[in-house]
C-alpha cells in the first residue's frame, strides 16, 4: 500500500480554463474527504464521500466545484472555470471508518495555480 | 461552531532545547484533539491523537495532554532536533461530524 495518492502534483491553468485533480485513497478506507489549503493557512474542509455517497459538502465550494467518487474508489474534484483566487493546494484523505476513530490519512496534494 | 487557535509562529529554537506549541479550541459536545506535522514537499502526516479528557497522546518523543477544563492541547518535546523543523498544526473534529478543523499552523525551525 502507497498511501494516498493524488494526481497531478502541480497544475498551472490560465484563468477561465477547467481543471480536475484525482484522488486514488487506501484501498480498503471507504471514506475519503477534499481538504484546500491557501498560503499560510490550515486546511479547510471542502467535501467527503462516504464510499461512492457524497454526504456533506462546505459552502466553499461554490457551483464551480465538483467532486466525484464514481466506484467507492478513486476521486475526481474538478473546479470549472477558475479564477485565480482558486490557487491553493488541494489535499485529499481517507479513513478505514470515522476519521474520529481511526484518523486521516492525507495525500501530498495538488498544488494549483492559476494565471 | 468549531475553532482552533494555535500559537503564532515561526518558532525558531537551537537543537537540544524544550518546545511548546500552544493549542486552544472552542467546539461543542467532546471532540477529538489532533496534531498533524507537514514536513517540506510533504503532506500532512498525523503526529498524535487524543480522544477523550486527561488522555495524552504520544510519538516521537512528542506529547499533547487533553485539557477539557482549560479547552487547550499544547504540543511539547524535551528536547528538539533539526530533523523537527517542519510546520506543526493542532486540529479537531467532533463526534458525528466528519470534518476536521485546522489551525493555523506554527512553523517551527531548528538550528544546530
Known amino acids: 500500500d502507497t498511501g494516498v495518492s493524488q494526481n497531478p502534483r502541480h497544475k498551472i491553468t490560465k484563468r477561465g480554463q477547467n481543471v480536475t485533480f484525482r484522488c486514488d485513497p487506501i484501498?480498503?478506507?471507504?471514506?475519503l474527504y477534499w481538504y484546500r489549503q491557501t498560503l499560510g493557512q490550515g486546511p479547510e474542509f471542502l467535501t467527503y464521500?462516504?464510499?461512492?455517497?457524497?454526504?456533506?459538502k462546505s459552502r466553499l465550494l461554490s457551483d464551480r466545484f465538483s467532486a466525484e467518487r464514481p466506484k467507492g474508489s478513486f476521486s475526481t474534484l474538478e473546479i470549472q472555470r477558475t479564477e485565480q483566487g482558486d490557487s491553493a493546494m488541494y489535499l485529499c484523505?481517507?479513513?478505514?471508518?470515522?476519521?474520529?476513530?481511526?484518523?486521516?490519512?492525507f495525500g501530498s496534494g495538488t498544488r494549483l495555480t492559476v494565471v | 461552531g468549531n475553532s482552533v487557535t494555535q500559537m503564532e509562529g515561526p518558532v525558531t529554537l537551537s537543537e537540544e532545547a524544550f518546545l511548546t506549541i500552544n493549542c486552544t479550541y472552542t467546539?461543542?459536545?467532546?471532540?477529538?484533539l489532533f496534531w498533524y506535522v507537514q514536513y517540506p514537499g510533504e503532506g500532512l502526516q498525523l503526529l498524535l491523537k487524543?480522544?477523550?479528557?486527561?488522555d495524552k497522546g504520544s510519538n516521537k518523543g512528542f506529547e499533547a495532554t487533553y485539557r477539557k477544563e482549560t479547552t487547550s492541547f499544547h504540543l511539547e518535546k524535551g528536547s528538539v532536533q533539526v530533523s523537527d523543523s517542519a510546520v506543526y498544526f493542532c486540529?479537531?473534529?467532533?463526534?458525528?461530524?466528519?470534518?476536521?478543523?485546522f489551525g493555523t499552523g506554527t512553523r517551527l525551525t531548528i538550528i544546530p
Open positions: 487524543a480522544t477523550k479528557a486527561d
Open positions: 464521500f462516504q464510499n461512492e455517497a457524497q454526504l456533506e
Open positions: 484523505a481517507s479513513s478505514l471508518g470515522s476519521g474520529n476513530n481511526y484518523g486521516y490519512t
Open positions: 467546539a461543542t459536545g467532546y471532540p477529538s
Open positions: 486540529a479537531l473534529s467532533s463526534f458525528g461530524n466528519e470534518k476536521l478543523t
Open positions: 484501498s480498503e478506507h471507504n471514506r
